[in-house]
């Protein structure tokens, strides 16, 4: 079946610094994708989200661009603090077809060093 | 406040023994689904539901059982066919319509065989 991958299992930064967070997708009936962000034993939560039809979006110090031509997948985030130290999952999903089952890449650990 | 709801946080389980992971919602969501997550792993689909009394395996079914009576909830059953089950168990809802696919989790069971 199609899948979702991460380049990077683990990222380090130091405080302040911006870091990005790459994924890559197979499925090109994807039109849907979020990320999501997991500390240590809770749920995934949202943090931002990007359709089709859009090449980038921006949130509150995050940014997501989205490459169909390559099926890239990135997660910016600005001016890193240390508690957005956590795993980071994206996820993708295709809204046409009547399914809708979000499918997760591996994960890319984001540690940032005070 | 509304949100999806995970009980109990920690399950200790012993070998044969069947244990069922509680999962309720109040989102009026249509869509549930159970995934499991390993150490270093991506979230893997159990088991998913798009409507009341209907069901639908995902990836890694065997081993495990659901039951969708009512919308708001979605129990899920780890039998003794399951071999290995220690793993954190995260379920989530979303709405299933066109406009907004999002996935909403509760914050996890982990699962311990003893």
């Known amino acids: 079946g199609e899948s979702v991958g991460l380049h990077l299992p683990t990222l380090s930064v130091q405080e302040g610094d911006n870091s990005i967070i790459n994924c890559a997708y197979s499925n090109s009936a994807s039109d849907y994708f979020i990320w999501y962000k997991q500390e240590s034993g809770k749920g995934p939560q949202f943090i931002i989200d990007i359709r089709s039809n859009m090449d980038k979006r921006q949130g509150q110090r995050v940014t997501v661009l989205l490459n169909k031509t390559v099926k890239h997948l990135s997660l910016q985030i600005a001016a890193t603090q240390p508690g957005d130290s956590a795993v980071y999952f994206c996820a993708e999903s295709s809204t046409s077809g009547g399914s809708y089952i979000p499918t997760f890449g591996r994960g890319t650990s984001l540690i940032v060093h005070p | 406040d509304g949100g999806i709801t995970q009980s109990p946080k920690y399950l200790f389980r012993k070998e044969g023994q069947n244990v069922t992971l509680s999962c309720e919602q109040n989102?009026?969501?249509?869509?549930m689904y159970w995934y499991r997550q390993d150490p270093g792993q991506g979230l893997r689909l159990i088991y998913y539901s798009q409507i009341v009394n209907d069901f639908q395996k995902g990836d890694i079914a065997e081993g495990y059982s659901v039951s969708r009576e009512k919308k708001e909830s979605f129990p899920l059953t780890v039998t003794s066919a399951q071999k290995n089950p220690t793993a954190f168990y995260l379920c989530?809802?979303?709405?299933?319509?066109?406009?907004?696919?999002?996935?909403?989790f509760g914050q996890g069971t982990r699962l311990t065989v003893v």
């Open positions: 989102l009026n969501h249509d869509a």
């Open positions: 989530a809802s979303s709405p299933e319509d066109n406009m907004n696919t999002e996935a909403f």
